[in-house]
């Protein structure tokens, strides 16, 4: 952390970048070993009946969870260019993949349990994108 704190200067909102990013990860990976181990129980919290086909393509997801978990990771210690790429990739994921929910909930398709979630990742997209662009002003006053 020192060396770290040496080489370049850590602002605050690299702090804050730093910990979205890996609480994300842990996310990723909490979701991604459930999506890839139980995928029928990850289901049925939406209320989706398990399948062969759904549980694959549940699965098939976790790994990539599972893969971004480790590349979120390693962009908490990133400098800020690379944070704010994960940030912004990462807002996206979550408001598009909220959308997604939101949609299949409105068609009937998940049950009301994805809502919260859905709002819960809008809320933690929005949160990336301001802190991607604390981290542009930050650069800026460096």
């Known amino acids: 952390m020192l060396h770290r704190q040496l080489a370049r200067p850590y602002h605050a909102g690299m702090r804050l970048a730093s910990l979205l ?3 994300s990860s842990v996310v990723f990976a909490v979701t991604g070993l459930a999506y890839l181990f139980v995928p029928g129980l990850a289901l049925s919290v939406v209320g989706i009946p398990s399948a062969q086909t759904s549980d694959f393509l549940l699965r098939t997801e976790g790994v990539a969870l599972l893969c971004g978990a480790g590349v979120l990771w390693a ?9 704010r790429l994960a940030l912004v990739s990462l807002a996206v994921y979550y408001v598009l993949g909220s959308a997604v929910d939101l949609a299949a909930f409105a068609q009937g398709v ?3 349990a994805s809502v919260p979630s859905a709002v819960v990742r809008i809320v933690l997209g929005g949160a990336c994108i301001l802190t991607a662009a604390r981290l542009t002003r930050e650069a800026a006053v460096a």
Not at 75 to 83: I, Y
């Open 110 to 112: 998940v049950g009301p």
């Open 21 to 23: 990013l890996r609480l």
């Open 75 to 83: 962009a908490s210690d990133a400098r800020p260019t690379g944070m």
